[in-house]
């Protein structure tokens, strides 16, 4: 009872501070608590998340020792530390995606394992609040020039410190949501405010060499209220381009510190450059900022980055970061079917452009969202939920060990960002479906759904009804006891509008044969696009429907000329799937095949090949599947593009 009764006191503080400082997001996502996924697509995919990848990696954290690290520095067993610096990070990483999984469905076995970890999260950390089992464990001395010999003198660079725990404070936050308990938050709390009085204006200068502790205070800040875990924010952001430790006259991005973008302040920076996982938790920790103070600055660097990324840098698939260099962006244009493209990259792209939404409106952003979700994304799981893949490449030759070594995806790597990432962002899918404002809903994504609405102190569900991504019909029931006004803003693909992505970097080269259509209550309804969204103004009742139907052609697409990589190519794709040809359906092997202008490709429906998908064949019998299902067949030669003839 006491338990119960500190939890609303201290849920009544939080929200009362929080709502003294009115800006944030003017578009607020609709959290997955409210939705009811009744699909067959994501559902299966969110199931094999909570019940397969993860048990699956917290089994593995606790054979690699990362588990074992925690109880180590907080003397509850004997060892030393295992692994390396930045393992600390999976472990938090997982911890959020459990806690999103209790969200969604409570179970006492992972909300107790949750606490037992948690505990020995505890007592690694050091009275100071300092947390960071490899120095707690093996001391100053023994600390190699990566890890710092002492604590923050290498933050800027290799150490992680602040990396670590900026994930730390995004697991805490899901945790506390999820279950109402502070066990957790008190942890990050404490580590947040020792950080907080080592760096200030009048303190310590760093900018964080792996960006995420920036996101991480932003949640901090909207659960406590506190406003120093924003200007701490704000600060790390501001203290980039300002190093003595750079030569910022040189071309090299590791002497310039454009690998970890610490080459020109933030608000100077215009094109997407060095490591992407670093640069776009950046960048999303510059909207989140940008949003809670309103820096019209950061606004203005972010959306030229975004023209940058999508205008140049951005795969078909929705991949980005080309270079196995650094992990890093490429030069314009610079897109090679041997891609790095790495899974976290992916998965901080869809973070960023959601917040470009929330922050702008616009279905471009949920447009580019929607490509990596369902191709750059998706293809780093098996459907098993129990391999990965690190990077994503385009083209595969059946033997190149692209993957960290392997030449399919690995069940686990010993930088396992990937696998954990993949763990906590699965279970959050729900959440980017719907948004709102005080009169608005937008409708962002097509999944089979219930989900639960409360505008104007009224409670309403919206049921949507829909096959896609193999099928382009959309519908949408409203469910109400008392009538409700409000704007319904249902987002209309570019791919749908013959825009492949927002830009000139590809195009269709076969106009749509069909149109997009919109009815209401079964009446044809005039479209009236707003953004990129259909919106019907009105006063919804009970059982009023809408219906979006999206014309499903199959589309070739090619590239600008100047992506030279892939000149004179041409890729396929239909609705938000991108496709690629498979040495297992295509005997004589696919890197040697042309597609022609004139080539036909039809769609066939299989249930039972690769869990249930889309098959495109052409007239002789050139066979497609989507790329996020390659790789489970065996070995063999893949393709995105193909020479177009």
């Given at each position: 009872?006491?338990?119960?009764?500190?939890?609303?006191?201290?849920?009544?503080?939080?929200?009362?501070?929080?709502?003294?400082?009115?800006?944030?997001?003017?578009?607020?996502?609709?959290?997955?608590?409210?939705?009811?996924?009744?699909?067959?697509?994501?559902?299966?995919?969110?199931?094999?998340?909570?019940?397969?990848?993860?048990?699956?990696?917290?089994?593995?954290?606790?054979?690699?020792?990362?588990?074992?690290?925690?109880?180590?520095?907080?003397?509850?067993m004997e060892g030393t530390f295992v692994g390396r610096r930045y393992n600390?990070?999976?472990?938090?990483?997982?911890?959020?995606?459990?806690?999103?999984?209790?969200?969604?469905?409570?179970?006492?076995?992972?909300?107790?394992?949750?606490?037992?970890?948690?505990?020995?999260?505890?007592?690694?950390?050091?009275?100071?609040?300092?947390?960071?089992?490899?120095?707690?464990?093996?001391?100053?001395?023994?600390?190699?020039?990566?890890?710092?010999?002492?604590?923050?003198?290498?933050?800027?660079?290799?150490?992680?410190?602040?990396?670590?725990?900026?994930?730390?404070?995004?697991?805490?936050?899901?945790?506390?949501?999820?279950?109402?308990?502070?066990?957790?938050?008190?942890?990050?709390?404490?580590?947040?405010?020792?950080?907080?009085?080592?760096?200030?204006?009048?303190?310590?200068?760093?900018?964080?060499?792996?960006?995420?502790?920036?996101?991480?205070?932003?949640?901090?800040?909207?659960?406590?209220?506190?406003?120093?875990?924003?200007?701490?924010?704000?600060?790390?952001?501001?203290?980039?381009?300002?190093?003595?430790?750079?030569?910022?006259?040189?071309?090299?991005?590791?002497?310039?510190?454009?690998?970890?973008?610490?080459?020109?302040?933030?608000?100077?920076?215009?094109?997407?450059?060095?490591?992407?996982?670093?640069?776009?938790?950046?960048?999303?920790?510059?909207?989140?900022?940008?949003?809670?103070?309103?820096?019209?600055?950061?606004?203005?660097?972010?959306?030229?980055?975004?023209?940058?990324?999508?205008?140049?840098?951005?795969?078909?698939?929705?991949?980005?970061?080309?270079?196995?260099?650094?992990?890093?962006?490429?030069?314009?244009?610079?897109?090679?079917?041997?891609?790095?493209?790495?899974?976290?990259?992916?998965?901080?792209?869809?973070?960023?452009?959601?917040?470009?939404?929330?922050?702008?409106?616009?279905?471009?952003?949920?447009?580019?969202?929607?490509?990596?979700?369902?191709?750059?994304?998706?293809?780093?799981?098996?459907?098993?939920?129990?391999?990965?893949?690190?990077?994503?490449?385009?083209?595969?030759?059946?033997?190149?060990?692209?993957?960290?070594?392997?030449?399919?995806?690995?069940?686990?790597?010993?930088?396992?960002?990937?696998?954990?990432?993949?763990?906590?962002?699965?279970?959050?899918?729900?959440?980017?479906?719907?948004?709102?404002?005080?009169?608005?809903?937008?409708?962002?994504?097509?999944?089979?759904?219930?989900?639960?609405?409360?505008?104007?102190?009224?409670?309403?569900?919206?049921?949507?009804?829909?096959?896609?991504?193999?099928?382009?019909?959309?519908?949408?029931?409203?469910?109400?006891?008392?009538?409700?006004?409000?704007?319904?803003?249902?987002?209309?693909?570019?791919?749908?509008?013959?825009?492949?992505?927002?830009?000139?970097?590809?195009?269709?080269?076969?106009?749509?044969?069909?149109?997009?259509r919109l009815f209401l209550n079964n009446e044809p309804y005039s479209i009236e696009l707003i953004n990129g969204y259909a919106t019907i103004r009105?006063?919804?009742?009970?059982?009023?429907?809408?219906?979006?139907?999206?014309?499903?052609?199959?589309?070739?697409?090619?590239?600008?000329?100047?992506?030279?990589?892939?000149?004179?190519?041409?890729?396929?794709?239909?609705?938000?799937?991108?496709?690629?040809?498979?040495?297992?359906?295509?005997?004589?092997?696919?890197?040697?095949?042309?597609?022609?202008?004139?080539?036909?490709?039809?769609?066939?429906?299989?249930?039972?090949?690769?869990?249930?998908?889309?098959?495109?064949?052409?007239?002789?019998?050139?066979?497609?599947?989507?790329?996020?299902?390659?790789?489970?067949?065996?070995?063999?030669?893949?393709?995105?593009?193909?020479?177009?003839?």
């Amino acid at each position: 009872m006491k338990n119960l009764f500190f939890f609303i006191v201290t849920l009544f503080l939080f929200s009362c501070t929080q709502k003294e400082s009115g800006k944030d997001y003017p578009i607020q996502p609709v959290s997955s608590q409210n939705v009811e996924l009744t699909d067959n697509f994501w559902s299966q995919r969110i199931k094999t998340n909570t019940n397969v990848t993860i048990p699956y990696c917290f089994q593995k954290c606790e054979e690699t020792h990362r588990i074992d690290n925690f109880a180590v520095a907080g003397g509850l067993m004997e060892g030393t530390f295992v692994g390396r610096r930045y393992n600390d990070s999976d472990v938090f990483k997982i911890m959020e995606g459990a806690a999103y999984s209790l969200q969604q469905k409570y179970d006492p076995a992972l909300d107790k394992y949750l606490d037992d970890l948690i505990a020995k999260i505890a007592a690694a950390q050091e009275d100071d609040g300092y947390l960071y089992t490899v120095r707690t464990i093996l001391g100053d001395s023994a600390m190699t020039e990566r890890n710092g010999k002492e604590r923050w003198v290498e933050v800027r660079n290799h150490s992680h410190e602040l990396y670590n725990v900026g994930h730390m404070y995004e697991a805490a936050v899901a945790h506390y949501n999820a279950t109402g308990k502070t066990n957790f938050l008190d942890v990050a709390i404490k580590n947040a405010d020792l950080i907080n009085s080592v760096y200030g204006p009048d303190k310590r200068h760093d900018a964080p060499g792996h960006q995420e502790i920036e996101i991480g205070l932003t949640k901090l800040y909207r659960t406590t209220g506190e406003q120093k875990y924003l200007d701490l924010a704000m600060f790390f952001l501001d203290e980039r381009g300002k190093s003595d430790i750079r030569d910022y006259s040189s071309e090299s991005q590791w002497e310039n510190g454009a690998y970890w973008q610490d080459h020109k302040p933030v608000t100077e920076q215009n094109e997407a450059v060095g490591h992407a996982v670093r640069a776009v938790y950046m960048y999303s920790g510059m909207a989140d900022v940008a949003a809670l103070t309103g820096n019209q600055e950061y606004i203005d660097a972010i959306n030229t980055i975004w023209e940058n990324v999508v205008g140049k840098k951005y795969y078909i698939t929705g991949g980005i970061g080309a270079m196995y260099e650094g992990e890093a962006f490429g030069k314009n244009y610079q897109l090679p079917n041997r891609a790095y493209n790495e899974t976290c990259a992916a998965i901080a792209n869809v973070f960023w452009n959601h917040r470009m939404f929330l922050m702008n409106g616009e279905s471009k952003y949920i447009d580019v969202l929607e490509r990596t979700l369902y191709n750059g994304m998706l293809s780093g799981i098996s459907f098993e939920g129990n391999t990965f893949f690190y990077p994503n490449v385009l083209e595969f030759d059946g033997k190149d060990k692209f993957n960290q070594g392997a030449s399919e995806r690995k069940p686990w790597f010993d930088c396992s960002c990937c696998p954990s990432n993949i763990s906590r962002f699965i279970p959050a899918v729900p959440s980017y479906i719907y948004a709102k404002t005080e009169n608005e809903i937008y409708a962002n994504l097509f999944m089979a759904n219930n989900t639960g609405f409360k505008l104007n102190k009224k409670d309403f569900t919206i049921q949507q009804e829909t096959e896609y991504p193999w099928q382009g019909r959309v519908k949408f029931k409203i469910s109400a006891e008392k009538p409700v006004k409000f704007d319904f803003k249902i987002r209309v693909p570019g791919w749908a509008q013959n825009n492949p992505v927002p830009g000139d970097l590809y195009e269709y080269i076969n106009e749509t044969t069909g149109e997009v259509r919109l009815f209401l209550n079964n009446e044809p309804y005039s479209i009236e696009l707003i953004n990129g969204y259909a919106t019907i103004r009105k006063t919804w009742e009970d059982g009023d429907m809408v219906e979006l139907v999206l014309p499903m052609n199959v589309k070739k697409v090619v590239p600008h000329k100047n992506a030279k990589d892939i000149e004179g190519k041409v890729a396929l794709e239909r609705g938000p799937i991108v496709y690629c040809a498979e040495q297992a359906d295509n005997s004589d092997g696919v890197l040697s095949r042309s597609v022609s202008v004139s080539s036909e490709f039809k769609p066939l429906y299989v249930s039972n090949e690769l869990q249930g998908i889309v098959k495109l064949k052409s007239e002789d019998n050139f066979t497609l599947v989507p790329y996020y299902s390659w790789g489970h067949r065996g070995l063999g030669e893949m393709a995105v593009w193909f020479d177009l003839n």
